[in-house]
């Protein structure tokens, strides 16, 4: 069992100083290591989301779904949690940018739900 903590890095900087160089970076490396499953590009609203090529981080870590769900030991929260588990086992890197359009709720969720 890998129990290597995560890594949690904030790029931050006024436009045009390169931080989409930065992601774009990323997704080459793990596209060249045959790794690009493991590497998900995400941000806040489905505009940006778009414009980078990736989704929207609601949709890749359920961030809508409730915190009583994904705790519940209850059959919707068991397949809540399996369905979160197979989108983010595969994941090394997850991205999140303009993550400042994020509330601290959700950046909260997006932590504990990256722990399940």
Not at 39 to 61: E, K, N, W, Y
Not at 84 to 91: A, I, M, N, V
Request: proline fraction near 5%; glycine fraction near 8%.
């Amino acid at each position: 069992m890998d129990v290597t903590q995560p890594l949690r890095l904030l790029v931050t900087g006024p436009g045009g100083t390169g931080k989409s160089r930065i992601f774009e970076a990323w997704s080459e490396f793990h596209l060249r290591l045959g790794r690009l499953h493991e590497f998900r590009l995400t941000a806040p609203t489905g505009v940006v989301a778009s414009d980078i090529g990736g989704c929207t981080v609601h949709a890749q870590v359920a961030l809508r779904v409730k915190r009583e769900t994904m705790r519940a030991n209850t059959p919707a929260g068991q397949k809540v949690r399996t369905q979160l588990e197979r989108r983010l086992s595969p994941l090394k890197t997850l991205v999140v940018d303009e993550i400042y359009f994020m509330d601290p709720k959700d950046m909260s969720l997006l932590s504990e739900y990256c722990s399940v």
